[in-house]
């Protein structure tokens, strides 16, 4: 979801999977889980929603998951660093799996630090 909707209950964030509905004439519907039980609501009411198959480490922060997997690129890519593994790492519950189209490129983003270049330090030292 990327708005919130107080009167059906979706906020955003919240993440639905869509399945064909009990009745084969009725429409999909979005299923959500709330609490310990499965609560659903007819697509064509949530015209705020992004879909997906797979998020990015970036869309998936503040969510939580049973299972995740991780994802890396085949190269150094300049956004893979020990913060980005880090989140998406935490962002599972209970199983987590690693894909890496080459050995050793966890290794590669566990060495490597998020560099700010909000200038933020500098205006700190400044004051």
């Given amino acids: 979801m990327t708005r919130n909707d107080a009167e059906l209950g979706v906020f955003n964030g919240d993440l639905g999977i869509t399945l064909p509905a009990p009745d084969p004439a009725a429409a999909l519907r979005v299923y959500f889980l709330d609490g310990d039980t499965l609560r659903s609501v007819a697509s064509s ?37 020990r913060e980005l593994v880090y989140t998406g790492i935490t962002r599972a519950r209970e199983n987590f799996t690693l894909l890496q189209a080459q050995a050793g490129v966890i290794q590669l983003a566990i060495h490597k630090a998020s560099l700010r270049t909000s200038g933020l330090a500098l205006q700190l030292a400044r004051t």
């Fill in 45 to 81: 009411r949530l015209p705020h929603v992004e879909t997906a198959f797979a998020m990015t480490v970036h869309k998936c922060q503040g969510s939580e998951f049973l299972h995740t997997a991780l994802v890396l690129p085949g190269a150094d890519a300049r956004v893979l660093t």
